[in-house]
T-cell receptor
């Protein structure tokens, strides 16, 4: 399974933008990049996904490097409710079996 | 968005007994459901993939006779932990897919085996 690498933890001040990086140097051409987040004692929540182009939705933006070996999840204005563990996952097309890495624990400082 | 529920949200059972956890897709039909396990301060680990009407596919290292999965309908999958032991205590999470590339996760079930 293609592997992703994320920082263990990050901090952000409330109402400031947050850039969460993810490296996936062994990504294959058909792997989608997914981001999920998990609040304590809850199931993961879908955030965003993309293949090659940058993506925007109501929750976040996803910036994908031109060589696709890395991506960045962008939260435009962090709120206290955004404090969670964020997982960057590669989804092999057709399989949709999501293999979670260790993720990045985001702390939002009021 | 699509909603996935799990029941119960938490359960305590005695060692040697069996426990059944239900996973339902409330507003969509899920041809594929997934079961994960998460130990404290660890990431989610995929246990098995279940397709409606067929046998589940288990990940390496997961005992299929211990973790029985049934996906009898497009909205319901069940995970039965048979002869549970304290080391099976964990947070069990299911997810369901209604279309490619998006999975919706349930709220999880915390199992404690005493």
């Amino acid at each position: 399974d293609a592997k992703t690498t994320q920082p263990n933890s990050m901090e952000s001040n409330e109402e400031e933008p947050v850039h969460l990086p993810c490296n996936h140097s062994t990504i294959s051409g058909t792997d989608y990049i997914h981001w999920y987040r998990q609040l304590p004692s809850q199931g993961p929540e879908y955030v965003i996904h993309g293949l090659t182009s940058n993506v925007n939705n109501r929750m976040a933006s996803l910036a994908i490097a031109e060589d696709r070996k890395s991506s960045t999840l962008i939260l435009h204005r962090a709120t206290l409710r955004d404090a969670a563990v964020y997982y960057c996952i590669l989804d092999q097309t057709g399989a949709n079996n999501l293999f979670f890495g260790t993720g990045t624990r985001l702390t939002v400082i009021p | 968005g699509a909603v996935v529920s799990q029941h119960p949200s938490w359960v305590i059972c005695k060692s040697g007994t069996s426990v059944k956890i239900e996973c339902r897709s409330l507003d969509f039909q899920a041809t594929t459901m997934f079961w994960y396990r998460q130990f404290p301060k660890q990431s989610l680990m995929l246990m098995a993939t279940s397709n409606e009407g067929s046998k589940a596919t288990y990940e390496q290292g997961v005992e299929k006779d211990k973790f029985l999965i049934n996906h009898a309908s497009l909205t319901l999958s069940t995970l039965t932990v048979t002869s549970a032991h304290p080391e099976d205590s964990s947070f069990y999470i299911c997810s369901a897919r209604d279309q490619p590339y998006e999975q919706y996760f349930g709220p999880g079930t915390r199992l404690t085996v005493t």
